[in-house]
């Protein structure tokens, strides 16, 4: 069974911890593939939260102190009880208030899953790098052997987003080819991933390499998909949660 179908079968409660930019498409979309999204980010309840749901992501989008607080308290209480938590750093090289707030994440919390784009991880790794505020930018630095380093020195596994998609552990590397150019002219794309990273973690924790690959590829199928039968970005980002509700479903069977 493929993790996808797993996931409608389950349907996980996916705890998210995002900003205000995309939390509705975010939890929208998480809804179209078949999966319950929580949006809590209260410092009050985000352990009680973590404990219950099937994993944990945190997105650094729209940040204050309060949420990183609340971050690192969820992170905590989902690995204490045996769920994976995956880091979204959007735009991490934007100010050294979000840099130093996803390096005590990730100092704090035992964080499965980085999930950024190569100008996040360059910003993490301290790599030049011509970013401008949340998007990838452009550099020189070898993507692919700097998500390794990364990979190893917080024993998690490294996933960057792109034209080419790649995950790894530090020691073996997955890449994942597709997608559209489309999908980075709507808000929220990004974001969104790193919860479908979470989602297929909670169906594939035995292997969670290869469960972060499977997720990337299907994402970057189903923007395909959408693509295909899309105009411009308003018509796109409905008709993506539409293929992201019906992408690899399995079809009914009718008695007669």
Request: proline share 4%; net charge negative; charged share 20%.
């Amino acid at each position: 069974m493929q993790l996808i179908q797993q996931l409608r079968n389950e349907q996980p409660l996916i705890h998210c911890i995002t900003n205000f930019v995309v939390a509705n498409f975010q939890a929208n979309g998480l809804l179209a593939m078949g999966v319950s999204p929580v949006m809590a980010d209260a410092i009050e309840e985000a352990e009680d939260i973590a404990k219950v749901s099937a994993c944990s992501v945190l997105n650094i989008g729209t940040l204050k102190q309060q949420t990183v607080d609340a971050m690192i308290l969820a992170g905590n209480s989902a690995r204490v009880a045996g769920k994976p938590v995956v880091l979204d750093p959007v735009g991490a090289g934007a100010t050294p208030f979000r840099k130093s707030s996803v390096l005590r994440v990730l100092t704090e919390v035992d964080v499965t899953v980085i999930r950024c784009n190569a100008g996040e991880l360059a910003a993490i790794a301290d790599i030049p790098w011509n970013a401008k505020g949340v998007d990838a930018g452009k550099g020189n630095a070898n993507v692919e052997e700097i998500a390794k380093v990364m990979a190893r020195e917080h024993a998690c596994l490294v996933a960057v987003s792109g034209e080419v998609d790649i995950v790894t552990d530090g020691h073996t590397t997955l890449t994942i080819t597709g997608g559209h150019p489309m999908m980075t002219n709507i808000t929220g794309t990004g974001c969104l991933l790193s919860s479908v990273v979470g989602a297929f973690l909670t169906a594939g924790m035995e292997r969670p390499l290869e469960a972060t690959a499977e997720a990337l590829s299907f994402y970057k199928r189903a923007g395909e998909e959408t693509a295909k039968i899309s105009t411009g970005p308003g018509d796109f980002a409905v008709n993506f949660l539409n293929t992201l509700h019906t992408l690899d479903r399995e079809p009914k069977t009718f008695l007669v």
